[in-house]
């Protein structure tokens, strides 16, 4: 047997039924580099997995720069400059959008010292930035919604 629908056309009434903001890959890259230092707020998934996979495939970029001026032994002895200033460009951007995506969790931005244990922390921050979307907290009302 099927269960009861409730009002808001959702049948598991545990579940959190508020509607989350959903990007696209140009939005969620817009948004975070728009708000490249501000760690207050929250992120929902959509704009975090967009902005990490933007981060990724534009990343392939400076790494074939790197490749076509240095040559292949040059990154296998990580001497990759271009690849390196992409890397800083980027750092403040992806913290920022972490905090936020730990803050739409209702987690604090300590939870980033796990990065500190290798592999163990990096699955466990994995499964915090995968986590639904949680109601208000007191990082705020919900995910900022994309911008047109």
Do not use: Q
Request: with cysteine.
């Amino acid at each position: 047997m099927l269960p009861e629908v409730a009002a808001n056309n959702c049948p598991f009434p545990h579940m959190n039924t508020t509607p989350i903001p959903s990007y696209n890959l140009v939005s969620a890259t817009r948004s975070c580099l728009k708000r490249y230092v501000k760690f207050s707020g929250r992120a929902c998934r959509s704009e975090f997995w967009f902005w990490t996979l933007a981060t990724i495939l534009i990343g392939f970029i400076p790494a074939v720069v790197d490749i076509a001026i240095y040559g292949l032994e040059a990154v296998a002895n990580d001497k990759t400059p271009i690849s390196d200033i992409y890397s800083l460009l980027i750092l403040l951007p992806a913290l920022a959008v972490m905090v936020r995506r730990f803050h739409d969790t209702g987690r604090s931005a300590w939870n980033l010292l796990w990065y500190l244990l290798p592999l163990i922390g990096w699955i466990i921050i994995l499964v915090f930035c995968c986590k639904i979307s949680g109601p208000a907290n007191e990082y705020g009302d919900g995910p900022a919604t994309p911008e047109a």
